[in-house]
Every structure is written in structure tokens, then in C-alpha cells.
Antibody, heavy 115, light 112 residues
Framework: QITLKESGPTLVKPTQTLTLTCTFS??????????VGWIRQPPGKALEWLAL???????RYSPSPKSRLTITKDTSKNQVVLTMANMDPVDTATYYC???????WGQGTLVTVSS | DVVMTQSPLSLPVTLGQPASISCRSS???????????LNWFHQRPGQSPRRLIY???NRDSGVPDRFSGSGSGTDFTLKISRVEAEDVGVYYC?????????FGQGTKVEIK
């Protein structure tokens, strides 16, 4: 069974850096063709891809917050970490970790940006 | 970025009746590898999205056969042959051909 779970702070202050961890099971990020990504959804709004990391460490970032994003993986721990710098209230959203092209999703974690 | 445009944005349906959602992309979704990476997702209130259809017309495991996907190039459709109560929620199309992958605005399906 494939599962993913997001963890991290639920509240961050403006200008702070957000660090989210995706811990997964049921697959390996060292397997050819496998990728893990992050998607966010502001309250009541649509979904937005943020970043993707592949088995071969290829990394892709959405152009919008690209300069603020960093995605890394720890294959031995089955984890993928997303950091987003200089958080703003508009970054308030539920952040999802997903396998591949959305084949499997985590439960999501709501991050609120407020002073 | 590729813009995905869904219609309608709101879809009141009668139980047992068919429903159809359209999704159009601002450019062709045919990948250089020959595949078309167009997916459909369903999100119930308070839940994570669930993928229903991948590569235009392939149902994910456990997805009822009343759901079907079709289309090519820039025009795609999700059809529900007979709507059931559990089908309410928001449906999103998503293209995985051109990075950044992008979603449509969502179509809210509710029972009349």
C-alpha cells in the first residue's frame, strides 16, 4: 500500500521560511521513473503544482514561486523536503505531497501565514 | 504556462442522470513521447483529491466504470454515465505534458 504524509508547522510568520516534510511508504524514490511532488491549494481555490523531484534527482519548480522553493530527497529515509522562503499571507494553503503525476496524495497540511 | 479551462464551473445534476465536464488546454497536450498526459481528479469536501483518469481515458484502480474520459489534442471530456450521491464534489482536469503541470479551475458537481 502506498501512503504519503505531510508534516510541518501549521502557522508561520511573514518572511519566515516554511519547511515541509513528506514521508512516504510503499515505493522507493530510487526506482527509475518515480517522482514525488508538492501541490498547494489556497482555501476555496484551485490546485497549483509547486515542485517535483525525480528518482534521478532531477528537480522542477513552478516559475511563480521558483526562486523561493527548494526540494530535496532523502532516499534512505523515504522523505522529500520542500522549503519555501519569505512566506507571505497569500501562501496560506493546504500543501499536498503526491506521488508521480498525482497518482497518490497525502492527506495535506494546512499552513497559515500570519503575524 | 498551459492554461486549462473547464466548463461548466458549476454542474447541478439529478441522481441517475448523466453528466459531462469539458476541459480545454491552451496548447496541445501531446507529449514528444507520443502520450497525452491529461488527468482527471475528484475532490470531496474536506478530502484530498483522488485521481480518476490518467492519460485521457485510463481509469485508476477502483474507479467505477460509470466514469469515462475522452478527447485529444486540446479538447477533453469527463463523463459520468449515471450520477450517484458519492460523486458530488469538485472535479479538476490536469495536464502533465508541459511543466509546470497545471490544473483547471475546477467544476463543482452538486445534486439538484
Amino acid at each position: 500500500q502506498i501512503t504519503l504524509k505531510e508534516s510541518g508547522p501549521t502557522l508561520v510568520k511573514p518572511t519566515q521560511t516554511l519547511t515541509l516534510t513528506c514521508t512516504f511508504s510503499g515505493f522507493s524514490l530510487s526506482t527509475s521513473g518515480v517522482g514525488v511532488g508538492w501541490i498547494r491549494q489556497p482555501p476555496g481555490k484551485a490546485l497549483e503544482w509547486l515542485a517535483l523531484i525525480s528518482w534521478d534527482d532531477d528537480k522542477r519548480y513552478s516559475p511563480s514561486p521558483k526562486s523561493r522553493l527548494t526540494i530535496t530527497k532523502d532516499t534512505s529515509k523515504n522523505q522529500v523536503v520542500l522549503t519555501m522562503a519569505n512566506m507571505d499571507p497569500v501562501d496560506t494553503a493546504t500543501y499536498y505531497c503526491v506521488r508521480g503525476v498525482g497518482a497518490t496524495w497525502g492527506q495535506g497540511t494546512l499552513v497559515t501565514v500570519s503575524s | 504556462d498551459v492554461v486549462m479551462t473547464q466548463s461548466p464551473l458549476s454542474l447541478p445534476v439529478t441522481l441517475g442522470q448523466p453528466a459531462s465536464i469539458s476541459c480545454r488546454s491552451s496548447q496541445s497536450l501531446v507529449h514528444s513521447d507520443g502520450n497525452t498526459y491529461l488527468n482527471w481528479f475528484h475532490q470531496r469536501p474536506g478530502q484530498s483529491p483522488r485521481r480518476l483518469i490518467y492519460r485521457v481515458s485510463n481509469r485508476d484502480s477502483g474507479v467505477p466504470d460509470r466514469f469515462s474520459g475522452s478527447g485529444s489534442g486540446t479538447d477533453f471530456t469527463l463523463k459520468i454515465s449515471r450520477v450517484e450521491a458519492e460523486d458530488v464534489g469538485v472535479y479538476y482536469c490536469m495536464q502533465g505534458t508541459h511543466w509546470p503541470w497545471t490544473f483547471g479551475q475546477g467544476t463543482k458537481v452538486e445534486i439538484k
